[in-house]
């Protein structure tokens, strides 16, 4: 199943640049339904091949980050969780990468604008940095997440418990999203699309490039999700275990309460999936478990993830 199958599409007019329960839902499906959502770049159409670094200057942030949606799944509410399929990702020839003044893990260190085009062939799988330099090409979404249940609009561009602009390179197509809701129907977004992207995502900003992405949805009951979590199966990008991990997150303001709220993710998961009592499950998580920054960029929020390879928990 992939883009040309789904059951529903939302368009690219379809969109919105705040998070909101309020907004009206551009779709309603039914659990287990599969979407294709044609979504546009970061810069909300405002960059195009033509533009310069001069330009940057011009881009109004709150026209940044547009997420195409929501889409109301039925039969989802508050204490649920929303997992989120990524069937496939098809690019569409550009992309884009800028630093804006102000922005960034370095923004005192880089305070000139700078902006590189890049060209993504269809089917390859490297895009050309420089003479010599090829950057591999994995596509996935920076910002998907769901509607939060405090009222009023909330910027799209940090991310949040509910997910947002996760920005984490991993969530390519074959992976499995879960996202804890907080209000009925979950009114699930997606948009800000990478081409690639590295851990941390740095500089502000991935190879920013619009695509269609195709997703599939489940609702499942009482799982306790406090923070996003997510599976690979197989050998994801950067990932040392061969058959893929299952993941958690912690979301916040500060490191290491997110690496923290990462970690205590994990002893939850073991404790209902493999039975083990957190003082086991905690040595576990010393000895078989990875601590990434999946990003560092998106104020005021970071994310860190705790990876379980596949294969450590048979029982």
């Known amino acids: 199943m992939g883009i040309g199958s789904c059951q529903h599409t939302i368009h690219r007019h379809q969109h919105h ?67 989120v399929e990524i069937l496939e990702l098809a690019m569409t020839g550009w992309g884009w990468t800028a630093h804006f003044p102000g922005f960034g893990l370095l923004a005192d260190q880089f305070p000139e604008p700078w902006l590189k085009h890049w060209e993504l062939t269809p089917g390859s799988s490297t895009a050309p940095f420089a003479d010599g330099i090829d950057v591999p090409v994995a596509p996935f979404p920076g910002t998907i997440g769901l509607a939060p249940p405090t ?23 074959g992976t499995k999203l879960y996202l804890p809701v907080g209000v009925e129907g979950a009114l699930f977004s997606v948009g800000d699309t990478h081409a690639a992207q590295g851990d941390g995502e740095v500089c502000g900003t991935a190879i920013e490039s619009r695509m269609g992405i195709a997703l599939r949805f489940r609702v499942h009951r009482h799982w306790g999700l406090r923070f996003p979590a997510f599976e690979t199966f197989g050998a994801a990008p950067g990932d040392r275990a061969t058959s893929g991990s299952f993941v958690t997150t912690g979301v916040g303001p500060d490191l290491m309460v997110a690496a923290r709220d990462a970690i205590s993710g994990m002893i939850d998961h073991l404790g209902a999936t493999a039975r083990l009592d957190p003082p086991e ?13 999946h990003e560092v960029v998106d104020q005021p929020n970071w994310v860190v993830g705790a990876w379980l390879p596949r294969g450590i928990v048979s029982r």
Do not use: K, M
């Open 17 to 83: 640049h705040s998070w909101d329960r309020d907004i009206p839902p551009a779709l309603v499906v039914a659990d287990g339904a599969t979407v294709e959502f044609e979504t546009t770049d970061a810069s909300g159409g405002q960059l195009d091949p033509s533009s310069i670094a001069a330009d940057l200057a011009g881009v109004d942030f709150g026209r940044v980050n547009p997420v195409s949606g929501p889409v109301f799944v039925e039969g989802t509410g508050p204490g649920d969780v929303l997992e």
């Open 151 to 173: 009222p009023g609009p909330h910027s799209t561009v940090p991310p949040r418990p509910w997910g947002g602009n996760l920005d984490t390179r991993h969530l390519t197509a």
């Open 281 to 293: 499950a905690y040595a576990l998580c010393s000895v078989a478990v990875d601590l990434r920054i």
